[in-house]
């Protein structure tokens, strides 16, 4: 029997390969009250369905941990503190049903939240990903699928935004860390990240272009 593949499960591997494409809040401070608030936003806005913690079968003498399995739990942070990553599913605006992360990094006393999309789950939606984000489907070319997913990104940041001001988005391939608020305050950032930056008159969207 053929088995059917699927980029909306949560238990193949291969969802969960290739790196990472990235909506990255930079919160600001240390606040646990605050990350909750956002989590929570971030399901909503993004009409996240389920909320499962990765288990996980340990690796070693140099092989990686073997994704075995997920077990539904609360959405909060004390489940995503506890399991480092919360799982679900978002439909694109292709219509198709892929696998996403929730994760939080706290660095240098700061939260980032991020919302993230495995490429191996969106190279199984769409075949024009190809090999990005290298060679020749990286780049300009990229901007043909990437473009829909970053206007739905940065329209679920705009919908957090309003009831959690943070101080950076980001929207991109591995974007979660990039560059921070005030480094982009002293110059621009890579062409290839989309930008959420608050503004006296709300929160602007800066579309990327390479």
Do not use: K
């Amino acid at each position: 029997m053929l088995r059917v593949i699927l980029p909306s499960d949560l238990n193949d591997d291969v969802n969960w390969a290739g790196g990472l494409y990235e909506l990255a809040l930079e919160l600001g401070p240390t606040d646990d009250a605050r990350l909750e608030q956002a989590l929570l936003a971030v399901w909503r806005e993004a009409c996240v369905a389920g909320c499962f913690a990765p288990e996980y079968r340990p690796g070693g003498s140099g092989t990686p941990r073997r994704l075995i399995g997920h077990q539904a739990v609360e959405l909060s942070l004390d489940s995503l503190v506890r399991s480092e990553e919360l799982h679900g599913l978002v439909r694109l605006p292709s219509g198709a049903d892929v696998v996403c992360a929730g994760a939080v990094v706290r660095d240098d006393e700061t939260d980032w939240l991020s919302l993230s999309l495995p490429l191996g789950a969106l190279a199984r939606s769409d075949h024009r990903l190809g090999t990005y984000p290298f060679g020749p489907d990286g780049g300009r070319a990229s901007l043909i699928w990437r473009r829909p997913i970053d206007d739905w990104l940065a329209s679920v940041a705009i919908g957090i935004y309003e009831e959690v001001q943070f101080r950076l988005g980001l929207i991109g391939c591995e974007a979660s860390g990039a560059l921070r608020a005030e480094q982009l305050a002293e110059a621009p950032g890579p062409p290839y990240l989309g930008y959420m930056l608050p503004t006296a008159g709300g929160l602007r969207y800066q579309e990327a272009f390479t």
